[in-house]
């Protein structure tokens, strides 16, 4: 089996009755969040019904949520009135994540003027558990619409910048990342085994970078480098794309590798 598409999470996250016990914690926020996160996995406009089944809401609490979030702009009908869609305002919040966001800010010149000495894809992702998520993305002479949206993400698993972002953690951390997420492959080539994972990590720790090819797409080759906070913890990592009709892993490891570590070190807050 293999998946082709990148998506967002997936809509509901569950808490814990500790967290739902909290005096502090409001249900209908929450309820609201769930609405909105419904569309994640979506391919088209969702009906009513449809949010309320994807968000865990009865079909009453998603008619006055929904009635609620189009009001303010949250929420939309298509234009061909067959469901709804998120709404406009929602890109106002992302504007505001990326622009106050200051590892975002620091990144930015530095992974321009990469991109500007490789010629291929760069890209920013954050680390979020058992995924990465693309902050930023500089596209190269190949790409398609999904590899220009920020906002989608990779399993940490199987991704040049997750295997980078685990080789600086603890063998256990790492280890219990690989073993919650769902190992569906997305190429014959995808490694699923947490053994074969954890070597591979073991390996991209020695050389300081991570080589994947074709682990997400066939005929990508990509090189993932991590980005640190301020403890040394990280927190992101750069990825470098390029396919396998162009480079060898070895060539491309080679010409990449370097300029990738080189900006790394530049966004790090060691």
């Known amino acids: 089996m293999t998946r082709n598409t ?3 999470e997936s809509g509901v996250r569950y808490l814990s009755d500790e967290q739902r016990a909290d005096p502090l914690f409001t249900n209908s926020i929450a309820r609201a969040m769930q609405v909105l996160a ?3 996995h979506a391919d088209r406009p969702l009906s009513l019904a449809e949010i309320a089944s994807r968000a865990g809401v009865d079909r009453s609490a998603a008619q006055r949520i929904v009635h609620t979030l189009r009001s303010l702009g949250y929420i939309r009908r298509d234009d061909e009135d067959r469901g709804f869609l998120p709404g406009i305002r ?3 919040h992302t504007l505001d994540f990326l622009r106050l966001n200051p590892l975002i800010q620091r990144a930015t010149p530095v992974l321009l003027e990469l991109r500007r000495n490789v ?3 760069v ?5 979020d558990g058992q995924r990465v998520v693309y902050a930023a993305r500089m596209q190269s002479k190949r790409e398609t619409f999904y590899a220009t949206l920020v906002g989608h993400s990779v399993p940490t698993f199987c991704s040049s910048g997750g295997w980078a972002i685990m080789a600086r953690l603890p063998e256990p951390e790492a280890r219990e990342i690989i073993e919650a997420s769902d190992r569906t492959p997305f190429t014959p080539r995808t490694l699923t085994d947490p053994d074969a994972i954890i070597t591979e990590i073991g390996e991209t720790r020695a050389r300081g970078y991570s080589i994947a090819v074709e682990q997400i797409l066939l005929g990508e080759v990509a090189i993932g480098v991590a980005v640190t906070g301020p403890q040394g913890r990280p927190v992101a990592a750069i990825h470098v ?3 396998l009709a ?3 892993p070895e060539d491309f490891s080679t010409r990449v590798a ?3 570590l080189e900006a790394a070190r530049a966004i790090s807050q060691i």
């Open 123 to 127: 890209d920013l992702s954050l680390f």
């Open 258 to 260: 370097p300029l990738a």
């Open 6 to 8: 990148l998506r967002a």
């Open 241 to 243: 794309a390029g396919s």
């Open 246 to 248: 162009e480079w060898t």
């Open 90 to 92: 929602l890109l106002d």
């Open 38 to 40: 419904a569309f994640h």
């Open 119 to 121: 010629r291929e894809r």
